[in-house]
């Protein structure tokens, strides 16, 4: 009886990476008796009415498959603001760190007083060194983020820093990857890699292994 279940799941499992939900009839029905088994389970937050969850799960197959990311990580990993999609920090962080793009997982830089973040890593094509702007403490002041209710920016401004420049970094060099978007591969290396990673003796050299 286990054995059955676990075939079964595998071939669910099997089933959303090869689904193309409205790329017809029959995908789109398969699809929906998904998004009602994701709808019935207690492992996935659900916001909504049963059928904006159940049309959530089927947009979230064919993300799945146009992004090879397991539907289980995207249920997980997405949130909705003002009708927005987002992800969390630790999804963005993953799904770079495992893309294969970057020659080393995203590494931070804090400056002395640790009120300002930088995240950044080489492109494994050329070398190039890849950085986002430094994200402060003072920015997310200013943005409201320690009025949240609930907000961890007053306990753990560290990991706080580290989410937020995980976000743009993602967002300004692997959109592609949560987006379901081939990267485009440059014919040309850029010939000037000469930057050096921490040149900055501002900046103090963190890597976070997780995600």
């Known amino acids: 009886m286990e054995t059955q279940s676990l075939r079964q799941k595998a071939q669910t499992m099997q089933q959303v990476k090869t689904l193309t939900p409205f790329g017809s009839t029959e995908d789109f029905e ?15 937050e659900q916001d909504g009415s049963p059928q904006q969850r159940i049309a959530n799960a089927v947009v979230l197959q064919d993300l799945a498959r146009t992004t090879n990311i397991s539907i289980f ?23 770079c760190n ?14 002395e007083d640790r009120t300002s973040c930088v995240a950044y890593t080489r492109d494994s094509f050329d070398g190039e060194l890849l950085e986002t702007p430094p994200y402060t403490i003072e920015q997310a002041r200013k943005e409201g983020l320690f009025s949240k209710s609930g907000s961890k920016w ?23 990857l949560y987006l379901g978007f081939e990267k485009f591969v440059q014919g ?16 103090i050299n963190v890597e976070i292994d997780n995600g």
């Open 30 to 44: 398969t699809a929906q008796r998904i998004g009602k088994l994701i709808n019935f389970s207690s492992l996935v």
């Open 188 to 203: 040309v290396a850029d010939e000037d890699t000469s930057l050096v990673v921490g040149d900055n003796p501002e900046y």
């Open 154 to 176: 007053t306990s753990r401004p560290d990991m706080m820093l580290i989410h937020r420049v995980s976000f743009m970094f993602a967002t300004m060099y692997a959109s592609h």
């Open 73 to 95: 990580t995207l249920a997980k990993s997405v949130y909705i603001v003002h009708g927005k999609v987002g992800f969390s920090a630790e999804f963005y962080r993953g799904i």
């Open 98 to 111: 495992n893309s294969g793009e970057f020659q080393h997982k995203m590494r931070f830089r804090f400056n």
